[in-house]
């Protein structure tokens, strides 16, 4: 997939999960994380992407929705953000698989 890679401030994420900034995790774009009548069930939940941006590759975790992202896009935590690019950029191409 690609598409945009942004960073947010994690917290109570849709997967029903705490997460913090120095969490290696994501949230993913709506249109690929679909709906569900509960969306601590969505399958989506805790699998694993490997994102590739310009300044590295990072694996991360499935733990959230990102509302505004468009498909193929991911909204990373600061911490894996920085793996793949410098936080100054705020939106860099990305790439990423199902890992």
């Not at 917290?11 to 994501?26: E, F, Q, R, V, Y």
């Not at 468009?70 to 935590?77: F, I, N, Q, T, V």
Request: proline share 9%.
């Amino acid at each position: 997939y690609s598409g945009d890679g942004t960073y947010y401030a994690p917290g109570l994420g849709s997967c029903g999960h705490d997460n913090k900034d120095t969490d290696m995790i994501a949230a993913l774009n709506a249109p690929q994380m679909g709906s569900y009548p509960n969306p601590n069930n969505n399958p989506n939940c805790g699998k694993y992407a490997k994102v590739t941006g310009p300044k590295g590759t990072v694996r991360v975790k499935i733990v959230d929705t990102c509302p505004p992202c468009l498909s193929g896009s991911l909204d990373l935590s600061p911490a894996a953000f920085v793996k793949i690019a410098n936080l100054a950029q705020g939106r860099v191409n990305i790439h990423w698989e199902w890992d």
